[in-house]
């Protein structure tokens, strides 16, 4: 937890405190809030420290704790000690079954692209309203099912490529259903519409319809493995560690400077871009940064990425 106390330290700076019993917010910030949360926040309290000051506290204090961006590693691994059964149940080798066949011969309706919606909208719709967040994991049930489901059905769908495969015809319908209950949720959002239902089914359409598109855009593609792939590989972790903190930092001085929204968005989105990639391709070269951002070590970053899986054709999917 190297980088999250600036982000906190800046965070309670600027009037907002997200802990683990949720989100508090300044008296000064709280009508800002208010289009977005009408009942309004509980109260922030003040914050003078200097980051000296404030640095042992982080460590020591539970409300001064936060994991920042990096929440979803603490997920994962408890999604992983979970999903364990299923993962060794898959892996086993494949028996001549007409269970094995139907799943892995078998076409499809196109209705089965769309069947994690179930389990995804009923979680909205019973655990949403209890649970609403953060994500703190040890009382966050709808965050915590939401994603689990995700990850689950990637299992399967990769553990059986003619499922995988229909995604494929799909994603143009997943983009445009996609799109719509985006700009549900817009509307809903902007004209304050009191419609909690509809927006958290909007919320959960959108997020696996987006999935879908994304899934099937990307091996209509088809990409291969080489130098770009295995770059690109080898960045994801440490830049998405690296973002965060550089656009925190950043944007405390953007945010005061006398420039309109879309100069600051810009301005920022530029200048974070740039100092994030730079920091990467400097950390990149050292063994101890390669380490502190869960690199492999120079002698086995090398090693080639595989492509994406691109199985042989599979019949049209049924309507």
């Not at 502190?292 to 199985?311: D, K, Q, Y």
Request: with cysteine.
């Amino acid at each position: 937890m190297l980088l999250a106390p600036g982000i906190k330290y800046l965070e309670l700076r600027s009037g907002l405190d997200l802990g683990y019993s949720g989100l508090r917010v300044a008296e000064r910030l709280q009508e800002s809030f208010r289009p977005l949360i009408p009942q309004g926040l509980p109260v922030a309290a003040p914050f003078s420290e200097s980051f000296g000051e404030f640095l042992p506290t982080f460590y020591t204090q539970l409300d001064r704790f936060t994991w920042s961006h990096l929440w979803f590693i603490a997920y994962l691994v408890a999604f992983s000690v979970i999903v364990l059964p299923l993962l060794a149940l898959l892996a086993r080798p494949a028996r001549e079954t007409d269970c094995e066949t139907t799943c892995n011969t078998a076409r499809p309706s196109r209705l089965w692209v769309y069947a994690p919606l179930a389990p995804l909208v009923a979680i909205q719709l019973l655990l949403r309203a209890r649970w609403p967040g953060p994500y703190n994991l040890v009382a966050d049930w709808a965050n915590f099912s939401f994603f689990l489901t995700f990850l689950v059905t990637g299992i399967v769908l990769a553990r059986y490529p003619v499922l995988e495969s229909a995604l494929d015809a799909e994603r143009w319908p997943a983009l445009c259903v996609a799109s719509v209950a985006l700009l549900l949720l817009l509307v809903l959002v902007l004209g304050r519409f009191e419609v909690p239902a509809v927006l958290l089914v909007a919320a959960a359409v959108a997020g696996w319809c987006c999935v879908v598109a994304l899934l099937g855009f990307v091996r209509a593609q088809r990409p291969r493995a080489g130098p770009r792939l295995a770059a690109l590989a080898e960045s994801a972790l440490p830049v998405y560690l690296l973002h965060q903190p550089v656009i925190v930092l950043l944007g405390f001085g953007v945010v005061a400077l006398p420039l309109g929204i879309a100069a600051k968005f810009v301005l920022l989105l530029a200048t974070a871009t740039c100092a994030t990639l730079a920091l990467y391709t400097v950390a990149r070269r050292f063994r101890a940064t390669r380490f502190l951002l869960g690199m492999r070590p120079l002698a086995s970053a090398t090693r080639p990425v595989r492509a994406i899986r691109t199985p042989a054709p599979v019949p049209a999917v049924e309507a």
